[in-house]
């Protein structure tokens, strides 16, 4: 069960670096205001739920390795 968490993080964490890095190439090439602070605002977004997520694994490891004990 551990392992598959473990993936499973993996693979959302790399999900939200593709879709931050696509975010910030589009930030940059964006000429309107408007569409530059979306894609701020976006990107804010992901770094908050990628820090969620973090959270989520940190406090799930922490009850693994109190069970384990």
């Known amino acids: 069960m551990r392992h598959a968490i473990e993936a ?3 693979a959302r964490n790399d999900e939200f670096d593709i879709e ?3 975010l910030a190439n589009r930030f940059v ?3 309107s ?3 530059k602070d979306r894609v701020k ?3 804010v977004k992901l770094d ?3 820090g969620e997520a973090l959270n989520i694994h940190c406090s799930f490891f ?3 390795q109190h069970e384990d004990s």
Request: net charge negative.
């Open 8 to 10: 499973l993080i993996s």
């Open 20 to 22: 931050h890095t696509r």
């Open 29 to 31: 090439d964006v000429e």
């Open 33 to 35: 205001e408007d569409l």
């Open 41 to 43: 605002s976006l990107t």
């Open 48 to 50: 908050c739920i990628r």
């Open 62 to 64: 922490a009850v693994a």
